[in-house]
């Protein structure tokens, strides 16, 4: 009974690691958004401070489909217009500095969204991207 207890809060502990490292973080400062693409993230969001530093950075670490599709990620403002797009550091890491966010975006808040299409020309032509919610972005 004891080894299939340990085994079993094992599994929990090995499937609970998993989730947190797959997916999309976002990180300013001490704030980390950890997300699912397929999940509702209308309630997750980052805020962007007055008293940032303008050396500090937005980052996005990507865990997902790195290899056969090739990412992006954007920020709109609520009247859907693309603001800014944030440039790939590698090929799983994306970051924009505080002072181009604050450039960028007005007060209020705003979404970060992803998409992915597929790096096969052929496949990219018959795949309809959409966009996906990551979180919202509050300047303040």
């Known amino acids: ?3 299939l207890f340990t085994f079993l809060l094992i599994a929990c502990f090995l499937s609970l690691n998993a989730q947190t490292d797959a997916g999309i973080s976002v990180t ?3 704030q980390i958004v950890r997300v699912i693409p397929e999940q509702d993230n209308a309630g997750k969001q980052i805020i962007v401070h007055s008293n940032i530093k303008s050396t500090e950075k937005l980052s996005i670490v990507n865990r997902l489909d790195t290899k056969d599709w ?4 954007e920020i ?3 009247a859907d217009q693309l603001l800014l797009k944030i440039p790939a550091s590698n090929q799983i890491a994306y970051s924009v500095s505080v002072k181009q966010l604050r450039a960028s ?3 209020g808040t705003h979404s970060l969204y992803t998409m992915a299409i597929p790096r ?3 496949k990219a032509a018959v795949v309809r991207v959409r966009r996906i919610l990551v979180c919202k972005i509050m300047v303040k």
């Open 1 to 3: 009974m004891k080894t």
């Open 28 to 30: 300013l400062q001490k």
């Open 70 to 73: 090739k990412r992006t990620f």
């Open 76 to 78: 709109y403002n609520d």
């Open 105 to 107: 975006l007005k007060k």
């Open 120 to 122: 096969d020309p052929s």
